[in-house]
T-cell receptor
Framework: DAKTTQPPSMDCAEGRAANLPCNHS???????VYWYRQIHSQGPQYIIHGLKNNETNEMASLIITEDRKSSTLILPHATLRDTAVYYCIVRGPHGSSNTGKLIFGQGTTLQVKP | KAGVTQTPRYLIKTRGQQVTLSCSPISGHRSVSWYQQTPGQGLQFLFE???????NKGNFPGRFSGRQFSNSRSEMNVSTLELGDSALYLC?????????????FGPGTRLTVT
């Protein structure tokens, strides 16, 4: 499974966009990029995932570079409730025996400040 | 639709005892995965079950076992508890087992071994 590299911590002002980077330079062509977040002592919350194209949902946008070696999670208008640990995970490939497991790194602790 | 539920939420056991944790997936989901979270090791994959069969197993000793029932509910068992087994145990469910299917986590069971 491809490894990911994330900055250990980031700050963001409330109301501003939070841009969380992730490097996954060894990703293979059929591996997905997933983002989860975990608010203290709760179960991780699914945010978004993508393969090649940029994705957007009600929570966030995922921008994947053309070479797929890195991605950025964008929270368009961060609120205090977005303070959490954000995990970038490379998963797959689809059809392999490893599809069912998520390998979590240390993640990025995002602190949203008033 | 109800989310993933885990019981009990909190548990205190003594070294040498055994424990059984339960997970009810989201209705219609057939894949259940288990994770252990500790401050030192972070989130680590334990095992995944799909259609009552273990599909994947993480790097944990044989004291950790699990099973899945025909209604997709899952249990995990830890025998001969050690102090190091104190952790948050998380269950996640997905529609089926595959890289393009997001996993949804429950709130976890906090196990303390004394």
């Amino acid at each position: 499974d491809a490894k990911t590299t994330q900055p250990p911590s980031m700050d963001c002002a409330e109301g501003r966009a939070a841009n969380l980077p992730c490097n996954h330079s060894t990703i293979s062509g059929n591996e997905y990029v997933y983002w989860y977040r975990q608010i203290h002592s709760q179960g991780p919350q699914y945010i978004i995932h993508g393969l090649k194209n940029n994705e957007t949902n009600e929570m966030a946008s995922l921008i994947i570079t053309e070479d797929r070696k890195s991605s950025t999670l964008i929270l368009p208008h961060a609120t205090l409730r977005d303070t959490a640990v954000y995990y970038c995970i490379v998963r797959g490939p689809h059809g392999s025996s490893n599809t069912g497991k998520l390998i979590f790194g240390q993640g990025t602790t995002l602190q949203v400040k008033p | 639709k109800a989310g993933v539920t885990q019981t009990p939420r909190y548990l205190i056991k003594t070294r040498g005892q055994q424990v059984t944790l339960s997970c009810s997936p989201i209705s219609g989901h057939r894949s259940v995965s288990w994770y252990q979270q500790t401050p030192g090791q972070g989130l680590q994959f334990l095992f995944e079950y799909f259609s009552e069969t273990q599909r994947n197993k993480g790097n944990f000793p044989g004291r950790f076992s699990g099973r899945q029932f025909s209604n997709s509910r899952s249990e995990m068992n830890v025998s001969t508890l050690e102090l190091g087994d104190s952790a948050l145990y998380l269950c996640a469910s997905s529609l089926v087992s595959g890289s393009d299917y997001e996993q949804y986590f429950g709130p976890g069971t906090r196990l303390t071994v004394t």
